[in-house]
């Protein structure tokens, strides 16, 4: 056998070994998990999955329209699926002979962390998604009051289908209310891993929301009766909505921070895309907004005769687009006065947020990390005990607010005299 025919013999041969798939998946047979829920009962790991259902997918079964009733809001097209173990990976495998599907979890949006687990420890939570090969970085991660499984079996459909699917739009939407973000694990492994050794976490809870009636389909052809009409009452939907979140302390949850909290901890790490202020009007007592729309949020730490002290400076740039009163801000003294009173709005804010992380021993804010980079001699010494230095470091927080424009309309609109 020449040459060129072994070459021939062998490349075809590696074809041959080459077709087909060894690992292939077919997708009639995964179930698709959306989100899930890790919590802590006693010594028992609880894993509670939200499944696509395949026939909603696939626009089939009751989620096709074909029903007695028309919703006037989209259904949870989902099952929810729940078992223990010892451990969270024992309970995956319990939980495999409650589905006639491979649970895939490789597009999973959204993990649930209830309160009892994040107080015991996110160590074999973070382990548990880190280690597995189909679970991505890129997962968003979420703190419970209570069990995390509650959420996802009560919560019910907002505009999405699935809870992973609303927690997604969350994610994505969240940064422009001015409270923060969605943290994903590539976050939370990166945080506990810095000089602070902290993270905050954002809370997910049932915010009821009240929905208008649902009314029947028509009836049609021979012998159908006419609608009755609407029901009295609307409907209270329980949708879920952000409300606050978790200080972090080398895995374990230490402490809360309320919505107002939260911002001003945003505001100091430069995680405002857009914000709205609710102030004062000089005199009356009503209410303005100005819009914020530009950030930059700087923390530092100096060291002054071997004294530590921090330093948390922002600027921001924004526009006035409301008031209920009839001041003239076009004047500079009027304006100036509207930015001393947004700096000093935002200032309170953000020495909120630091009070009760101090409280905590959560350094959230990253002077830990700011020290590392500036003094990493210093550093060494401290960082055995810096959750303590941090509970009594001093800090100034610096704030520089500047208004750009009044909308459309510079002066306010008044009726005119009768």
């Not at 026939?55 to 028309?70: K, L, M, N, P, Q």
């Not at 010892?86 to 309160?115: I, S």
């Not at 069990?147 to 939407?173: C, M, T």
């Not at 101090?358 to 830990?368: I, P, T």
Request: aromatic share 6%; hydrophobic share 40%.
């Amino acid at each position: 056998m020449g040459q060129g025919t072994r070459l021939v013999f062998v490349m075809a041969l590696l074809t041959l070994l080459a077709t087909g798939c060894w690992d292939r998946r077919e997708i009639n047979e995964l179930a698709f998990v959306s989100s899930m829920a890790f919590d802590l009962e006693g010594e028992k790991r609880i894993l509670t999955a939200e499944i696509i259902r395949s026939a909603a997918v696939a626009g089939g079964g009751d989620a096709g329209g074909g029903g007695a009733t028309s919703p006037a809001r989209p259904q949870r097209s989902v099952v929810i699926s729940s078992e223990e173990g010892d451990t969270l990976f024992g309970a995956g495998r319990w939980l495999a002979t409650k589905l006639p599907r491979r649970a895939y979890v490789a597009h999973t949006a959204a993990v649930l962390v209830g309160e009892e687990m994040a107080r015991r420890g996110l160590a074999e939570v973070l382990d548990f998604l880190d280690r597995h090969q189909e679970f991505r970085r890129s997962t968003c991660i979420l703190l419970t009051r209570g069990p995390a499984a509650n959420i996802l079996v009560e919560a019910q459909g907002g505009l999405e289908d699935s809870l992973g699917r609303e927690i997604a739009g969350l994610a994505k939407w969240v940064r422009v209310s001015g409270y923060g973000f969605i943290p994903n694990i590539h976050d939370l492994l990166q945080d506990l891993s810095g000089g602070g050794a902290s993270t905050l976490i954002p809370v997910l809870e049932f915010s009821p929301q009240p929905q208008p009636p649902v009314s029947g389909r028509v009836p049609s052809g021979p012998g159908a009766s006419p609608p009755t009409g609407l029901p009295a009452e609307p409907e209270i939907v329980r949708t879920v909505a952000l409300d606050g979140a978790g200080l972090f302390h080398h895995d374990r949850l230490v402490g809360w921070l309320d919505r107002r909290q939260v911002r001003g901890w945003a505001w100091a790490r430069n995680r405002v895309v857009r914000a709205v202020l609710e102030l004062e009007c000089p005199g009356d007592g009503s209410k303005l907004s100005v819009e914020i729309t530009e950030v930059e949020g700087d923390i530092k730490i100096e060291a002054k005769n071997s004294l530590l002290e921090g330093v948390i400076k922002v600027k921001v740039e924004g526009n006035l687009l409301e008031q209920q009163c009839t001041h003239d801000f076009t004047t500079p003294e009027a304006l100036q006065a509207l930015e001393d009173r947004a700096a000093t709005f935002i200032a309170a804010e953000i020495r909120s947020a630091l009070e009760q992380a101090q409280e905590a021993g959560a350094d959230v804010f990253g002077f830990g990390g700011a020290l590392y980079r500036k003094e990493p001699r210093l550093w060494k010494e401290l960082h055995n005990r810096w959750r303590e230095e941090f509970s009594e470091l001093p800090v100034t927080v610096q704030v520089e607010a500047k208004m750009r424009r009044t909308g459309l309309t510079s002066r306010p609109w008044q009726p005119p005299a009768r």
